[in-house]
C-alpha cells in the first residue's frame, strides 16, 4: 500500500500493526500500534515526485472562504514546491539572522 501510494519513511516501521493487550502500561495503545517505531516526514512526500504526479499535475484545489461564487483556485506541484521553498528560504533566514546577533 505505501508503494502504491510512493510514500517513503525515513525510519521504516517495525511491521503494520503491534498488538497492544490491554493493561499494558502507562503507553499502551488501547486496540494496538500502528506503524511502530516509522519515522515519516509526511510534507517531503506532499511534495516529491512520483510514477503518479508531476510538476503541472494539481495537488491543491481551493475556494475563498465566503466566496463561493468565485471559481475554484488551484495549484500545481511546481508551484507548491516553489512556495514551500519560499517559506524555507525565508525561515532559514530568519533563523540565520537571529543567531548572528
Known sequence: MFDEMDISFSKPPECILRDSPTGEGPLSHPGGQWLPGASINPAQNCIN????????????IWRE???????????????LREEVWYATN??????LG???F
Not at 49 to 60: A, E, P
Not at 90 to 95: A, D, E, G, Y
Open 65 to 79: 472562504e465566503q466566496h463561493d461564487d468565485l471559481p475554484l483556485q488551484r495549484m500545481t506541484l511546481k508551484e
Open 90 to 95: 525565508s525561515l532559514s533566514l530568519l533563523l
Open 49 to 60: 515526485i512520483n510514477g503518479k504526479r508531476g510538476l503541472n499535475d494539481t495537488v491543491i
Open 98 to 100: 537571529f543567531y548572528a
